[in-house]
């Protein structure tokens, strides 16, 4: 074998190497990461070009930031990453404080991050967070049931990311 074939053949399983690891990354981390139940509502049910989803809206999704110190923060934009804690009210995780600064959590609170999506601009002063799980791909035909309640059951990884574990609708795994 030439040294440029061997070479080559490096390099192919390195990458492969690459793709299993990084697959088997995410694997994990929906597996046997903390989980967390925030309430969920669908929003667009269809994209021709790439199949049934769901674009999701979740009550974590609007927060207000806040200053190291406590106060309103204004000075922020699109784009921006932005540590959001979360913490459990009854049976589901909501939005206890949001900062474009790491925060430190409690006991009982989960640190998450996402980026600034855009501002709601008025009288509430809300930010609208992107996790990256705004989207859930539903098998071919399945679309948008109809339902009452809608939770999610969220994976928080150890880099503070979301992942979307199962969508319940009544109570019952979906699709």
């Known amino acids: 074998m030439s040294r440029t074939s061997r070479v080559f053949w490096g390099i192919v399983v390195a990458q492969a190497l690459f793709l299993v690891a990084w697959a ?13 139940l925030v309430k969920g509502q669908p929003v667009d049910p269809r994209d021709l ?27 922020h934009r699109v784009g921006d990453e932005v540590w959001v804690l979360l913490e459990k009210r009854g049976d589901y995780y909501e939005v206890a404080q949001a900062s474009r600064t790491r925060l430190v959590p409690g006991p009982a609170q989960k640190l998450v991050r996402g980026t600034i999506s855009y501002d709601v601009f008025g009288r509430s002063g809300a930010t609208r967070v992107h996790y990256g799980i705004e989207k859930f791909f539903v098998p071919e035909g399945k679309g948008t049931p109809s339902f009452k309640l809608m939770e999610v059951e969220l994976s928080v990884s150890p880099a ?16």
């Open 49 to 75: 070009l790439r199949g049934d989803y769901m674009t999701m809206n979740y009550s974590i999704s609007s927060v207000t930031l806040t200053a190291p110190g406590g106060t309103a923060k204004s000075d």
């Open 24 to 36: 088997g990354y995410h694997e994990w981390v929906r597996r046997a990461a903390d989980v967390i």
């Open 160 to 175: 503070h990311r979301l992942y979307i574990k199962r969508v319940l609708l009544d109570g019952r795994a979906y699709p």
